[in-house]
Structure formats: structure tokens, C-alpha cells
T-cell receptor
């Protein structure tokens, strides 16, 4: 069974540009989570999508946004890139039953975003 | 506001030893607690998930416990091996997933 996949592996952008990161969940999983791991910091929760809707978001500015498609894959968009956005962005998927305790999250390998 | 703390930040032990990693959280109203492993330059691997109604979970040489009342969890690794060297992250699930900063574990051959 294929795991969570992310693309691209590496992405280099300049300040002010937009970045789009993609994630494909494990087959059958309906929830997708996005995390940011900046150098020297712990993993920070960004966004949670389930059944095509944004269920929760972390403490990030609105220029971090995303969406989930009908096939449950997801995009993370970062607008007006800043140097501090350079980080490893991880995507995770799980099978989520709304209103119940969350299930185990399975992580992808991540996208390394570098902002110059 | 939920905060997750992991102690120690780094740990080196000889191969074969049993070890304990600690995780504490400030708000006991959690859905679950999860332990992850992160290898350098790679994504996370989920190790164990403990639901709020459970007290422990075991997988192979790993055992994780949860004490909600005291806001603590421990990850016990038995008979450590060099391949166990990695960063171990604790994450608490409530409305969001809150991660600790991890413990960097180095097993000395």
C-alpha cells in the first residue's frame, strides 16, 4: 500500500513569490494535516482538512492557505513568501471520524521550501 | 493554552540499555497522545497512539504510558539498538495537534 506522498521534494523561491505544495494521502484516508518544521523549532500545526473542508488551522497568517480536493489530495499555498517561511513542510493523513478521537497520522517525507 | 515539553532534549546511551523519554503537557483535556520518530531529513513515523481513555500502548520494544491527571507520558525503549537513534516527538491531540520539540536520541554501538 502506498504511503503519503508529497511533491515537490525541494522547492526554491524568492521573497514575495507564491509556493504551492502538494500532498496525496493514503488511499481511504479522508483527513489531511499540514505541518511546518522550521530550523530550530518544533513541529507546528498548520491546517487540517477533512472531507474537503478546513476543520482547523494553527497560528499562522492568512497567507498560508490550502484546499482539499474530491479525491482527498491537498494543496498548501503560501503567498507573499518571507525568508522565515523556509522550512520542511510535512503532510499527514488519517482516517477521521468527525466527533471522535483522532486516528493515527501517517506522514509523508516532506517538502523542503527554501526562500531566498 | 496547551504546551508540550519533552525532557531531556538530547540523550546518549550505550547499546542494549533500557531508556525512558518523558513528555509533559499542561492541559489534561486531550483526545490522545502520540509518539513519533523523526530521522534526519525525513518525515515522521508514527510509533504509538494512546487514546485519552487508555493508559498505555505497546509495540515491540516500545511502551508508551499516559497519565492524564499528572499531564505526563513516557516512552520506554527496551534493549536499545543503534537503529533507534533518531529524534522522538511527543504530540498531544485536542482541538489541534501540539508537538513537543523532541528528544534527540543517540545509541552508542
Amino acid at each position: 500500500e502506498a504511503g503519503v506522498t508529497q511533491s515537490p521534494t525541494h522547492l526554491i523561491k524568492t521573497r514575495g513569490q507564491q509556493a504551492t505544495l502538494r500532498c496525496s494521502p493514503i488511499s481511504g484516508h479522508t483527513s489531511v494535516y499540514w505541518y511546518q518544521q522550521a530550523l530550530g523549532l518544533g513541529l507546528q500545526f498548520l491546517l487540517w482538512y477533512d472531507e474537503g473542508e478546513e476543520r482547523n488551522r494553527g497560528n499562522f497568517p492568512p497567507r498560508f492557505s490550502g484546499r482539499q480536493f474530491p479525491n482527498y489530495s491537498s494543496e498548501l499555498n503560501v503567498n507573499a513568501l518571507e525568508l522565515e517561511d523556509s522550512a520542511l513542510y510535512l503532510c499527514a493523513s488519517s482516517f477521521q471520524v468527525v466527533g471522535a478521537a483522532t486516528d493515527t497520522q501517517y506522514f509523508g517525507p516532506g517538502t523542503r521550501l527554501t526562500v531566498l | 493554552k496547551q504546551e508540550v515539553t519533552q525532557i531531556p532534549a538530547a540523550l546518549s546511551v550505550p547499546e542494549g540499555e533500557n531508556l525512558v523519554l518523558n513528555c509533559s503537557f499542561t492541559d489534561s483535556a486531550i483526545y490522545n497522545l502520540q509518539w513519533f520518530r523523526q530521522d534526519p531529513g525525513k518525515g515522521l513515523t508514527s510509533l504509538l497512539l494512546i487514546q485519552s481513555s487508555q493508559r498505555e500502548q505497546t509495540s515491540g520494544r516500545l511502551n508508551a504510558s499516559l497519565d492524564k491527571s499528572s499531564g505526563r507520558s513516557t516512552l520506554y525503549i527496551a534493549a536499545s539498538q543503534p537503529g533507534d537513534s533518531a529524534t522522538y516527538l511527543c504530540a498531544v491531540g485536542d482541538d489541534k495537534i501540539i508537538f513537543g520539540k523532541g528528544t534527540r536520541l543517540h545509541i552508542l554501538p
